[in-house]
């Protein structure tokens, strides 16, 4: 259990959840569900190599969202789409330029994804990571859905009251599967 009170913009009661992995989505879903907030698992992340690693890393999100009763949806793989669309930026640090490029690919999916089905309000997990950096994962967030007319991007620091901690604890509780790099294979 957590001991934060979300700021839902507008209100919204559903909204479509990018995941990058369950570690990171456990306790961010837990504190959704405590407040009456219902997500739309949507996995997207086509950086994710190998194929088998994105395999399992999908396999235990949908995992999670169904042993919630939360539907799941899978964004479709397409690994040589992600890696031109960071062409010329293999070789930035973590948190740099490929990062910020990765981010705004993924929750541009995530947007037009909801757009399309009728969410007014999509968040992601990936500023959960105390690995990656929020401010661009936010920016990368509202530029995307300034390109859906009605989307808002819902930033939420999903590292603070105490989810960090309860993240731990959910990835025990639910034996998630925990990996040691990013996903793609300029992070490993």
Request: net charge positive; charged share 25%.
């Amino acid at each position: 259990m957590t001991n934060v009170k979300p700021d839902v913009p507008g209100g919204a009661r559903e909204v479509l959840l990018h995941v990058c992995c369950a570690p990171c989505s456990g306790a961010i879903v837990e504190c959704m569900l405590e407040n009456g907030v219902r997500p739309t698992i949507f996995f997207y992340n086509p950086n994710i190599v190998p194929r088998e690693e994105y395999a399992r890393r999908k396999a235990e999100s949908i995992r999670h969202a169904a042993s919630l009763g939360l539907a799941a949806v899978d964004g479709d793989y397409d690994h040589p789409s992600w890696l031109a669309h960071v062409r010329g930026l293999e070789d930035e640090p973590e948190r740099g330029r490929r990062c910020a490029a990765c981010f705004a690919m993924r929750l541009a999916g995530a947007a037009r994804y909801a757009h399309a089905h009728g969410f007014a309000v999509f968040a992601t997990t990936l500023g959960a990571s105390r690995w990656k950096n929020l401010s661009q994962v936010n920016e990368a967030g509202r530029r995307a859905a300034s390109h859906c007319p009605g989307l808002v991007f819902w930033e939420q620091d999903w590292r603070k009251g105490g989810l960090s901690e309860r993240r731990a604890e959910v990835v025990k509780a639910y034996q998630f599967y925990s990996q040691t790099y990013c996903g793609c294979e300029f992070s490993i």
